[in-house]
């Protein structure tokens, strides 16, 4: 099979941002997200990837991620674009999500791909706190100091396991990458008038600090970034030509975050750009991409 570029999913969101440049062309209205890997999402091959996996089965997805996953895409690519504080929130792990919201839960990490001056994220707490301390945080609307704000520069990488108390600053473009869920516990939104989640939240969330920015590991060529039971991510920055070859357990992901080069398996070749997801097959067999300022993502689901 060959490559299938996935096509992007425009979101609208209260926080979201006009100016997405130099990935997508600027917009009229706040796009917030910018989806890839959803089921609905459209391909280059004129169906929706949900109709690819029916299509295709393992030899896309993989012999073993096939079974493993019922015929849900596994992982979740979206890039998103701040222009206020996202809400502080809480994502629950895969029993509580599978018992209480039919759903997996949502592990999760973030690539920052630009960051305005003073631009932070939070993650985790500035020292342990117990649930009671926590609900009178928010009934006292302090939540927001007791969280770590971290500042926020490009090409640092957040590992954001589920259960992990979090919030993404204003002025940010990031990857995020994480389990195909959308489960959210809003625990505080700085006043604006959407539904909080509470209860659920102080269920799941654990209550201490967060390690604050990976340090990225030397891996074959490149670095990598995460590696957890869900997805594996590394970053390659192309100094030339750099060539893989497919695995039939396991498809690839190639997120294309700045410049742009050539993508070539079998006799064809495709034009790989900043902004782009594209989707290797499982039975792909060898291909290679060409860059001289190309930086990837590459993700898939580890063994």
Known sequence: MKPVRLLPRFVERMWGAKELAPWFPNSTVDIGEVWFTADEN???????????????GAALLGTAVQPAYGGRFPILVKFLLTRQKLSIQVHPDDAYAEEYEGSPGKTEM???????EGATIAAGFR??????????????????????????????????????????G????????????????????????????????LAVAKLGPHPGPVTPVPFGGGE??????????????????????SDTGRFHLLVATRG????????????????????????????????????????????
């Open 42 to 56: 459209e391909t280059s091959e004129g169906v929706t990837l949900r109709a690819l996996m029916q299509r295709d």
């Open 110 to 116: 973030w690539y920052v791909l630009r960051a305005d």
């Open 224 to 245: 990598l970034l995460v590696s957890c039971p869900y997805f594996a991510t590394e970053r390659m920055n192309l100094k030339g030509l750099i060539e893989w070859r």
């Open 170 to 201: 204003a002025g940010l473009a990031i990857c995020e990458i994480q389990q195909n869920s959308d489960v959210t516990y809003r625990l505080w939104d700085y006043g604006r008038p959407r539904e909080l989640h509470v209860d659920s939240a």
């Open 127 to 168: 020292q342990a706190m117990q649930p009671e301390e926590l609900r009178r945080a928010v009934v006292e609307s302090t939540v927001e100091e007791k969280l770590e704000w971290w500042p926020a520069a490009a090409g640092e990488t957040y590992f954001v396991p589920a259960r992990t108390v979090h919030a993404v």
């Open 260 to 303: 742009s080069g050539t993508l070539t398996a079998g006799a064809s070749n495709w034009r790989v750009r900043q902004g782009e997801c594209w989707l290797i097959p499982a039975n792909c067999g060898t291909y290679a991409i060409d860059g001289a300022n190309l930086e990837i993502l590459r993700v898939y689901v580890p063994a």
